[in-house]
Each structure stands twice: as structure tokens, then as C-alpha cells.
């Protein structure tokens, strides 16, 4: 009987705990998702030192937004199972062909020439840390442009979805959502629920799960999520940028915090390319304002 009420009162204190952070995170951040000039949608998801959610909270969390180079965070876990059921290898060799190379991020169409031979693992370093558009292609060229929104699906994630090839609108599967969300489609809820399962280890593998934890470590853009993090905190990252989209999901960690997040912006007023672009600004904002509440419980 004392055991009983000792479990029933480290519940409630634990429901109280959840329930007091998840109004604070409300306080703090609905507040800069509002005022925002364009539309935003937030999922965040604090994880204890076991990777336990002990909190989510999300304005917006299950809207369908653009996610601009986002969707290559799910096309590379799409490379990691077909690699772990053998239906490609991290190993095969890509050619890079002239008709590869498309323009935005990255380095292979302006530094490289046709006929370069790169691996699969390498081509989705690329792709996360520089959002690599050529490499982009070439992975999805070998794993199939359908198996990401496949797989996506069967994962219980079918609002995030890959629609065609990086600048190759013409490769479309799916014409109306291309038209609506440009590259790829997903929800803020997707992206964290998809994190937190990859900080378990239960995508893929424990192994393919670290190793693609480590290129999202590797992401070079720090105008985003890292903007406003203390020095000690890491952030394994992927982000997107279009005129008026701006998006950034990741697992940010530091003493004594640690929390997927996401958030994606549409239609934005901002559009312009600077490092405070008002999206760019406001995605700092927000992943600060988490580490400061989670802190302040």
C-alpha cells in the first residue's frame, strides 16, 4: 500500500513537472510565433537524461508546412534503410554528371566537373552539412525518388513527403503538393517525434542512428537554431531556406537540457538572404527561449 501511494505521488509530481514547463514553454514562445510576420508552426519535446519526453509542447505541431532542404534530414534515413536491408550500400559509388548539377547550396556544382566518383556516405555528408543540391539528387537518384514518402508513411509520418528532385520540379510525383509546398511537405510534430526516435536509436539502428546524429553535428548553418545557444550546447541540425520559407529541426543538448525541435515558417514577409532574416531571428529565439525555460523549472 505505501509502495502504491509512493508510485501515485511520483506520477503526480511528475504530471505537475510536465504541466508547469508546458505552461511556461506556452508564455514564452507562443508569444514569438504570433508576432511573426508569416505563418510559423513549433513542436518541441524535452528529453531527460534517458531520452524520455518529458514535456512536448507545439503551436501549430500538426500543420502541413513547406520544408524547403529540410525533407534531405528524411531522405538520408531512407538511404540508411535501404543500406541496413541491403538494397544499396554506403559504399556504392555516384558519378557526378553534368546534367546532375542544379544551382543553390552546396559545393559540387561549383567546384567539381562531371566525371568526379563520390560514395553514398559521402554524397549525404554533403547533402546535411553544406545542403548539398547536386549530392541531393544523387542520393535520390539511387534510393529512388518514391521510397522517402514510402517509408515516411510507414513510419506514421504521411504528411512528410518528398515531391521531386531538388530544382527539377519536372520530376514531380506529386504535382499538387509541389504546387502547395515546393520541394517537400511535413509537420513540426513529424520532425521532433522523428528526432527523439533517432537520439533512442530506434531508426534503422543504434549504429545508423549515430551515424547519421553525426552528420546533423556537421550542419554549417549556424544562422538558425545555434544563433543564440550558449557556447557549451550542440546542436545536431538540418535546415531549409526558399524566399519565403525559412525551416530548422534538431536535437539541441547542454548542461543539464536537451530537446528536439522544430520549426518551420511560410510566406513570409522577410524574404531577404541576410543572417537576421526575421525567420532566421525567430528560430533562435525560440530554441533559446526553451533552454531558458527548461533551466528556470
Known amino acids: 500500500f505505501v509502495v502504491a501511494l509512493l ?21 514564452a514562445l507562443e508569444p514569438l510565433a504570433t508576432a511573426h510576420a508569416g505563418e510559423v508552426a513549433v ?11 518529458t514535456c512536448h509542447w507545439n503551436y501549430q505541431g500538426q500543420r502541413v508546412m ?15 534503410r535501404q543500406a541496413a536491408v541491403g538494397a544499396v550500400s554506403m559504399d556504392d559509388m555516384l558519378t557526378l554528371r553534368a546534367e546532375d548539377q542544379v544551382p543553390g547550396s552546396g559545393i559540387l556544382t561549383a567546384h567539381f566537373s562531371p566525371g568526379l566518383t563520390l560514395s553514398l556516405r559521402d554524397a549525404v555528408r554533403l547533402m546535411i552539412r ?11 537518384d539511387h534510393i529512388g525518388l518514391p521510397s522517402t514518402s514510402n517509408t515516411m508513411v510507414d513510419l506514421n509520418w504521411p504528411e512528410t513527403q518528398l515531391h521531386s528532385k531538388v530544382f527539377r520540379r519536372d ?19 513529424d520532425m521532433t517525434d522523428l528526432l527523439v526516435r533517432l537520439e533512442r536509436g530506434e531508426l534503422v539502428s543504434p549504429a545508423a542512428c549515430q551515424a547519421m546524429l553525426g552528420h546533423l553535428l556537421t550542419c554549417d548553418d549556424t544562422t538558425k537554431l ?12 538540418k535546415t531549409g531556406s526558399v524566399n519565403r520559407s525559412r525551416t530548422a529541426a534538431g536535437v539541441v543538448s547542454g548542461p543539464g537540457v536537451k530537446f528536439a525541435i522544430c520549426v518551420l515558417t511560410d510566406k513570409n514577409e522577410d524574404t531577404s538572404w541576410s543572417d537576421d532574416n526575421a525567420a532566421h531571428v525567430l528560430i533562435g529565439r525560440l530554441a533559446r527561449a526553451v533552454v531558458d525555460e527548461v533551466r528556470a523549472e
Open 226 to 237: 545555434p544563433r543564440e545557444l550558449p557556447a557549451a550546447f550542440t546542436v545536431a541540425h
Open 130 to 140: 553544406y545542403s548539398d543540391n547536386t549530392a541531393t539528387n544523387l542520393v535520390v
Open 7 to 27: 508510485v501515485l505521488a511520483q506520477r503526480a509530481d511528475t504530471n505537475h513537472a510536465q504541466t508547469t514547463l508546458a505552461v511556461q514553454l506556452q508564455d
Open 43 to 53: 513542436s518541441v519535446r524535452v528529453l531527460d537524461d534517458a531520452n524520455n519526453v
Open 66 to 80: 513547406p520544408t524547403a532542404s529540410l525533407i534531405k534530414l528524411p531522405i538520408m534515413l531512407e538511404a540508411y
Open 171 to 189: 520530376t514531380s510525383i506529386d504535382l499538387q503538393r509541389s504546387e502547395l509546398y515546393g520541394l517537400g511537405s511535413t509537420t513540426a510534430d
